[in-house]
C-alpha cells in the first residue's frame, strides 16, 4: 500500500500542477506568436508579399497552436486512458499497473501454492526430499524477483509518462514560431 500511495502522490502532483504549468507557459506562447506575426508583417511589407494570404495562414497555424495548446491536459489523459485499454485488452486488468501492491498480491496468490506444496510433499518424515525443496524455493525467488521486476518497470512507466507529458506542455508554445518549431514538434 505505501507504493500505491507514493504512485498516486506523484500522479496527483504532475497532473494538479499541468494548470500552473500552462498559465506559466501560455505568456510564453503569445510572446512567441507576437514576435512572428510582426516578423511575418514586416517581411511581407517589405517584398510586397500577399497580406491576406499571409494572414489567413497565421490565424490557422496560430488557431492550431492555441487549441493543441489548451486541449493538452485532455489529451494526455486520454492518452494514458487509451493505453491502459489497449492493454487490458491484450493482457487483462489494466488497474494492476497503477497499484504496486496489486502486483505484489498477485506474487504472493503465485507463490503461496507452491510454497504450501513444497512444505509439505518435500520435508515431510518419510519422504524427505531436498532437492525439490530447492527447487521449489529456486521457483519462489525467480517469481518473486520477476514480479518485482515488473513493479518496478510499471511505477517508472507511469511515472516517465506524467513527467515528459508536463515537460510536453512546456515545449508546445514553440510551434508557433517556425524557428522554435522544432522544440514543440520533438516534444509530440
Not at 5 to 30: D, K, R
Not at 39 to 57: D, F, T, Y
Not at 105 to 134: H, K, V
Request: aromatic share 12%; hydrophobic share 55%; with cysteine.
Amino acid at each position: 500500500m505505501e507504493l500505491d500511495l507514493i504512485l498516486q502522490t506523484f500522479e496527483q502532483a504532475f497532473t494538479q500542477n499541468i494548470g500552473a504549468v500552462m498559465g506559466l507557459v501560455q505568456n510564453t506562447m503569445y510572446i512567441l506568436l507576437t514576435i512572428d506575426f510582426v516578423l511575418s508583417v514586416l517581411i511581407a511589407l517589405l517584398g510586397n508579399g500577399n497580406m491576406l494570404q499571409l494572414l489567413i495562414e497565421k490565424i490557422l497555424k496560430y488557431g492550431f497552436w492555441v487549441w493543441f495548446f489548451k486541449i493538452s491536459p485532455t489529451l494526455i489523459n486520454n492518452i494514458a486512458d487509451s493505453m491502459a485499454l489497449i492493454g487490458a485488452a491484450i493482457g487483462g486488468d489494466a488497474s494492476i499497473i497503477q497499484s504496486p501492491s496489486a502486483i505484489m498480491e498477485r506474487c504472493y496468490s503465485l507463490i503461496q501454492p507452491i510454497w504450501a506444496y513444497a512444505t509439505e510433499n518435500s520435508l515431510s518424515i518419510m519422504d524427505l526430499n531436498i532437492g525439490q525443496f530447492f527447487t521449489l524455493c529456486f521457483v519462489i525467488v525467480f517469481i518473486f524477483i520477476c514480479h518485482l521486476i515488473i513493479m518496478v518497470q510499471s511505477c517508472v512507466t507511469y511515472l516517465e509518462f506524467y513527467v515528459v507529458s508536463v515537460l510536453a506542455i512546456v515545449l508546445i508554445p514553440f510551434g508557433v514560431n517556425k524557428y522554435t518549431s522544432f522544440l514543440s514538434e520533438k516534444a509530440i
